[in-house]
């Protein structure tokens, strides 16, 4: 998260939501400026994260491509927001978001998302 935060400041970015799973991560952003580049984010947060990680480990972590998707207008926000906190237990890592510590928002607060998931 450090080098995705580090490349959203640089590139002028909010970080709406992030889950970071075994095999993937989520991110919801938000671009800040009218210069906001997502494909220059996209690229720079993946060598970064990527030669931080061969550092310590030695291996690759990123496949080549990602996934991207543009929230339409009337698509609410915190939704998207609160989908991806609950992702891991989506999966059966965690019975609760708050179980899962490689998951949070830049923007608001963790509890809030978190009870909004949990809330029958």
Not at 79 to 86: G, L, N, T
Request: hydrophobic residues 40%; contains cysteine; proline residues 4%.
């Amino acid at each position: 998260m450090e080098q995705f935060r580090t490349t959203a400041e640089r590139e002028a970015f909010a970080i709406l939501a992030y889950c970071l799973m075994p095999d993937h991560a989520h991110l919801l952003l938000e671009g800040t400026t009218e210069g906001s580049d997502f494909l220059r984010f996209a690229k720079l947060a993946k060598q970064r994260s990527g030669a931080a990680f061969a550092l310590t480990s030695g291996e690759r972590l990123w496949q080549k491509g990602y996934y991207e998707r543009v929230l339409r207008d009337d698509e609410d926000v915190r939704s998207v927001a609160r989908y991806i906190i609950a992702n891991p237990v989506r999966a059966g890592i965690v019975q609760s978001p708050d179980q899962y510590p490689h998951l949070g928002s830049d923007t608001w607060s963790i509890r809030d998302l978190i009870e909004s998931v949990s809330a029958p």
